[in-house]
């Protein structure tokens, strides 16, 4: 049977390195196997819900995910956003009371339950092995909570190896609450049965509530069991947890803004925790080979730096001509496409991001003016350079190189004053043979200051 795995963002806050970790995880997962990938909004919380399905929708697809069934193209087992499938898991809730698996616990709340910052909703201040009072209680709003079976719970974690739990030291997870709404781990689990998955990845910060939620799958009757996988939570460089609201780490802020290459990305964080698969791999190539069993136990790191130097060699070699072609037209639309096109071979080498290719061609916008100080640049090299024939990448590259002085300061000297003259005002460009071309002879020739019957 094929696979049919699912990832359930929570709208809390706008998508994060971190958010994309797990989601490629999720989906190479079931790609790799030739099964059915599911995007299920997880809103179980209102009141943290900040962000739209359109924004997830739009920052996983610009990644290069994609989904068979969601919120946005629906599905056999839609509705795919939880707080509109409430009926379902009361029902489900219900059912579970009448085959006696769960029953109503009439402990009142805790007090200063506000203390207890583990557990949240429901189930805060019920530490350990809790067990609930069934015997009504006047004045108390019962929870629904399941009953815990007198046997160890025993389950295989693909990635974290075997878990295993007595039944003593599982504490009686909460279903309903007080107010009758259902709880995440209930909604999680009935979703999960309804919607037929049969392989959830997710962070290893619900590998404590595994084996809670594999007695309410048993209960539930789930048939087959969905196998799991927990991982390693994205940390920082420091080994801290990446907060999401570091804007920094925002897939949008990275994609759109800094122009981080999506695929280099995905490529980047896809890897971390293998340390021995190649990387530079596009999503295609990850899928064809993916095997979350094998992915480190421990948290891998999110390196700003390292993720630069690794999306500088992508462009640099990985990169499609045409996807970054239409990229940089877009971020520098006053610049035709043949010239991005022309001088993209002495672009790429050089940047990390999109934008900075962008940037690259933009001394191509400044103004002709001819006067600058070329005083290292002799009337007659300039004059060759422009009689250069014919006027392309490889003849010009040995013109200049033959132009300059083999001895290394006066070399230096000599590029700058090139570099001034051709591209003032701009630190970073191509080399020098790549700014004559895309300039051409005429612009060329005015910018170094060669007179026109000079040029001869
Ligand atoms: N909404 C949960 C999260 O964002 C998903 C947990 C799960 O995949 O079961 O962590």
Redesign the pocket.
Request: glycine share 10%; no cysteine; aromatic share 10%.
């Given at each position: 049977m094929e696979p049919r795995g699912r990832y359930?963002?929570?709208p809390t806050g706008n998508m994060t390195v971190a958010n994309a970790y797990t989601a490629l995880r999720a989906w190479l997962d079931v790609k790799s196997r030739g099964g059915e990938f599911v995007l299920r909004i997880?809103d179980t919380d209102p009141e943290r819900n900040v962000v739209t399905v359109d924004s997830i929708v739009s920052d996983l697809t610009s990644l290069g995910i994609t989904w068979d069934e969601g919120p946005d193209v629906g599905g056999p087992y839609a509705p795919y956003v939880v707080s509109r499938r409430l009926e379902r898991h009361v029902e489900a809730a219900r059912s579970l009371e009448a085959s006696g698996r769960a029953y109503w616990d009439y402990t009142p709340p805790l007090e200063d339950a506000s203390a207890h910052k583990k557990t949240k909703g429901a189930d805060r201040g019920r530490t350990g092995a809790y067990r609930g009072n069934p015997e009504p209680v006047s004045g108390v709003e019962p929870v629904l909570r399941l009953r815990v079976p007198d046997a160890r719970v025993e389950v295989h974690d693909r990635v974290f190896g075997e878990i295993s739990q007595a039944a003593d030291d599982i504490g009686e997870v909460a279903l309903l609450r007080s107010d009758g709404t259902p709880t995440y781990h209930l909604a999680?689990c009935v979703d999960d049965i309804d919607m037929r998955i049969t392989s959830?990845v997710?962070?290893a910060?619900?590998l404590n509530s595994l084996p809670q939620h594999w007695l309410i799958l048993e209960a539930l009757g789930a048939d087959p069991m969905p196998e799991f996988a927990h991982l390693p939570l994205l940390v920082g460089k420091d080994g801290q947890k990446l907060s999401k609201r570091e804007g920094g780490l925002a897939i949008r802020h990275l994609v759109a803004e800094e122009g981080v290459p999506p695929l280099a990305l995905d490529a980047y964080l896809a890897n971390l925790g293998f340390p021995e698969r190649p990387d530079l791999l596009s999503l295609t190539e990850l899928a064809s080979d993916f095997d979350i069993a094998a992915h480190n136990r421990n948290s891998p790191r999110f390196d700003p730096k390292k993720l630069r130097s690794f999306t500088r060699r992508w462009l640099a070699e990985k990169e499609a001509e045409d996807s970054f072609v239409a990229e940089i037209r877009d971020r520098a639309p006053a610049v035709g496409e043949d010239t991005v096109r022309l001088l993209l071979p002495g672009v790429r080498p050089r940047v990390g991001t999109y934008q900075e290719a962008a940037d690259l061609y933009a001394f191509l916008l400044a103004s002709d003016e001819a006067g600058r100080d070329v005083t290292p640049i002799s009337d007659e090299v300039a004059a060759r350079i422009i009689g250069t024939e014919p006027w392309s990448a490889a003849q010009l590259e040995a013109a200049v190189d033959s132009a300059v002085p083999t001895d290394a300061e006066q070399r230096k000297a000599m590029m700058k004053a090139f570099r001034d003259a051709l591209a003032p005002g701009f630190r970073v460009t191509p080399p020098i043979h790549y700014l004559l071309l895309g300039l051409g002879r005429e612009r060329s020739r005015i910018r170094l200051g060669v007179r026109t019957e000079a040029a001869g």
């Open positions: 359930a963002p929570s997880d999680s959830v997710r962070g910060d619900w």
